[in-house]
C-alpha cells in the first residue's frame, strides 16, 4: 500500500505538463472557498464520498496530463492510468498537512501506476510471444535465448534493470530514466554500454 507524507519517504515528484490542479477541496460549481488539504484528506480517509468526488474533481486533468507525459501513450492508456490512480488514492489517503505534500504524493502514486500498467501489459505482450514460440519453435533460436538468459543473470543489478525495462517491458528511454531517477540521455548511454558488452559476447560465442 502507498503511503502518503507522513509515513515513507516519497521520491522526489517530477514536474507536471499542466499548470496546475484547480485548488483542493474547490466545489464543483466553482463558489466556496477551497477546502484546506489537512481537512479533505481527513474526510476521504474516513471514507467521505463527496470528499472524494471534490479531490477526483480538482485533480482529474492533472492527473490525466501527467500519465500521458510518463508513458507516452494515448488518452486511452493514460485514463486507464488515472482510474487506476484514482482507486489506489482512495485506499491508501492518510491525513496531508499541505497542498505542497499532497501534490507530491499524488504525482507519486499517478508515476507509479504508470509503470505498474506499463509492466502489465509488456507481461502481456510476453505471453503472447511465448505461446508463438511454443508453437512454432526454433531450436537454434531456443539456444541463443537460453544464452542470453543465463548471460544476464552475470549483468550488475543496475544494468539488468535497465535492460529489462528498456527491452522487456518495452518502456522509452524517459520512461525508463523516471523509473532509474536518471535522465533518457543517461539512460542511453549506459544501455549502449551494456548491449555492447552482450555483443562482445556473443561474438565469442556463436562467431
Avoid at 514536474?15 to 477541496?25: K, L, M, N, T
Wanted: net charge positive.
Amino acid at each position: 500500500m502507498l503511503e502518503p507524507p507522513g509515513g515513507r519517504p516519497e521520491a522526489e515528484a517530477p514536474r507536471a505538463r499542466s499548470a496546475g490542479p484547480r485548488p483542493v477541496g474547490a466545489s464543483r460549481c466553482g463558489a466556496g472557498a477551497p477546502r484546506p488539504a489537512r481537512e479533505l484528506t481527513a474526510r476521504m480517509a474516513a471514507g467521505d464520498r463527496a470528499a472524494l468526488g471534490e479531490f477526483y474533481e480538482a485533480w482529474f486533468e492533472r492527473c490525466l496530463a501527467m500519465a500521458l507525459g510518463f508513458t507516452g501513450r494515448d488518452e486511452s492508456f493514460g485514463l486507464d492510468v488515472v482510474q487506476e490512480a484514482m482507486l489506489r488514492i482512495a485506499r491508501s489517503v492518510r491525513i496531508i498537512p499541505s497542498e505542497g505534500e499532497l501534490g507530491a504524493w499524488v504525482v507519486t502514486v499517478v508515476r507509479r501506476t504508470a509503470l505498474d500498467l506499463l509492466r502489465r501489459e509488456a507481461r502481456g505482450r510476453r505471453r503472447d510471444r511465448g505461446r508463438v514460440a511454443t508453437e512454432t519453435p526454433d531450436p537454434e533460436l531456443r539456444d541463443r535465448l537460453d544464452w542470453l538468459a543465463r548471460r544476464l543473470e552475470s549483468v550488475p543489478g543496475c544494468e539488468a534493470e535497465l535492460l529489462r525495462l528498456r527491452f522487456g517491458q518495452g518502456g522509452t528511454l524517459e520512461q525508463v530514466g523516471v523509473a532509474a531517477g536518471t535522465s533518457g540521455p543517461a539512460v542511453h548511454g549506459k544501455l549502449r554500454r551494456a548491449l555492447q558488452k552482450l555483443r562482445e559476447a556473443a561474438k565469442g560465442e556463436w562467431t
